[in-house]
C-alpha cells in the first residue's frame, strides 16, 4: 500500500469518527447509501472531514462515481498523487 493510501486511509477513518460516531464499524466495500444507509448530508459532512484532513477539494464528479469508501480511498489517492507529480 503507498503512502498516499495510508493517508488517506487514515482520513476516512477519522471522518469518519467526527461525521458520523454513531457508526461504530463500517465495511468499506459497502455502498454508502443503500448499505450502510447514509443521506446526502451525511455524505457531505464525511467528505467535508477527508477535505479538511487531507487539504484537498474533492470534485463533485468524483462524488456522483464512487460508491463505497474504497472508490472514494481509490480516487482520493489518484488526486494525491498528481498534487506531488
Known amino acids: 500500500m503507498s503512502d498516499q493510501r495510508s493517508q488517506v486511509d487514515a482520513a476516512i477513518g477519522k471522518a469518519l469518527s467526527i461525521a458520523l460516531p454513531e457508526l461504530e464499524s463500517v465495511d468499506r466495500d459497502?455502498?454508502?447509501?443503500?448499505?450502510?444507509?447514509?443521506?446526502?448530508?451525511?455524505?457531505?459532512?464525511?467528505v467535508m472531514e477527508i477535505e479538511d484532513e487531507l487539504d484537498v477539494s474533492v470534485p463533485v464528479d468524483v462524488?456522483?462515481?464512487?460508491?463505497t469508501l474504497n472508490q472514494l480511498a481509490e480516487r482520493?489517492?489518484?488526486?494525491?498523487?498528481?498534487?506531488?507529480?
Open 76 to 85: 482520493l489517492t489518484t488526486i494525491k498523487e498528481s498534487e506531488n507529480s
Open 30 to 46: 459497502a455502498a454508502l447509501t443503500s448499505d450502510i444507509g447514509l443521506d446526502s448530508v451525511q455524505i457531505m459532512n464525511l
Open 63 to 67: 462524488l456522483a462515481e464512487v460508491q
